[in-house]
């Protein structure tokens, strides 16, 4: 496994690797080519380590009886970032690091499968930073974030599109999809956007009036 390019810049975005299902070689190399910070959860430091990636920045709350430093003296230099508050995941943590380093964008992976309440609460807990950070979360399947009131992105026809609500999102409208939503009204657990398509090759618009949305722009 190729380590990541060496520029330090904030403005290039950070990557998150965290302890969930790991995702191809193919996404992870293209992710740690153009994201010149790499932070590893502590959960995940050993499945990291194994693969040869150059690591900057470990952290967690170091509660499974290892001595990191022992782990990474092979990498310095590197910062290894002690962080036992319960009151927030580790993902939490590493994302608020890094927004106060300045990081405005930042790519997460290893974030979803294995236990479903961290997935659960890794992929809700991107609408916390909409207008804080730019956060999109990927796996082999999806690529996730959280959207503004008002969005349009280019896409080419028949690419998946689910609009998930968090909680209830109201006055909803979109163009460009297969199946439109007209000032719909969206609500968790009842009724969400999932599964429709860019209808052609060019923009898709989204708007809503209340509440948290997610994108997911999904493949098989």
């Known amino acids: 496994m190729s380590s990541h390019h060496v520029v330090r810049d904030t403005q290039e975005p950070a990557l998150i690797i965290a302890n969930g299902a790991a995702c191809s070689n193919e996404l992870l190399n293209q992710l740690l080519e153009w994201n010149p910070i790499v932070m590893v959860l502590d959960g995940a430091l050993d499945r990291v380590l194994e693969l040869g990636i150059k690591i900057d920045i470990v952290l967690g709350d170091f509660d499974r009886s290892f001595n990191p430093e022992e782990k990474v003296s092979h990498q310095q230099p590197i910062e290894i970032i002690h962080t036992p508050d319960q009151n927030k995941t580790d993902l939490e943590k590493g994302i608020e690091l890094l927004a106060s380093r300045g990081?405005?964008?930042?790519?997460?992976?290893?974030?979803?499968?294995?236990?479903?309440?961290?997935?659960?609460?890794?992929?809700?807990?991107?609408?916390?930073?909409?207008?804080?950070?730019?956060?999109v979360m990927?796996?082999?399947?999806?690529?996730?974030?959280?959207?503004?009131?008002?969005?349009?992105?280019?896409?080419?026809?028949?690419?998946?599109?689910?609009?998930?609500?968090?909680?209830?999102?109201?006055?909803?409208?979109?163009?460009?999809?297969?199946?439109?939503?007209?000032?719909?009204?969206?609500?968790?657990?009842?009724?969400?956007?999932?599964?429709?398509?860019?209808?052609?090759?060019?923009?898709?618009?989204i708007s809503y009036q209340e509440g948290f949305l997610l994108m997911m722009e999904c493949q098989d």
């Not at 930042?106 to 609408?127: E, F, K, M, P």
């Not at 503004?148 to 599109?161: N, R, S």
């Open 138 to 205: 990927y796996d082999d399947y999806s690529k996730i974030y959280a959207l503004p009131k008002t969005y349009e992105k280019w896409f080419v026809a028949g690419t998946i599109i689910s609009l998930i609500p968090i909680g209830e999102v109201k006055g909803v409208i979109t163009s460009g999809l297969k199946y439109n939503l007209n000032n719909e009204h969206l609500q968790i657990g009842f009724r969400s956007g999932s599964s429709n398509e860019a209808l052609e090759d060019g923009m898709v618009k």
């Open 103 to 135: 990081h405005s964008a930042i790519n997460i992976i290893w974030a979803t499968g294995l236990r479903s309440d961290h997935t659960i609460n890794n992929i809700t807990n991107l609408v916390r930073y909409i207008g804080k950070v730019n956060l």
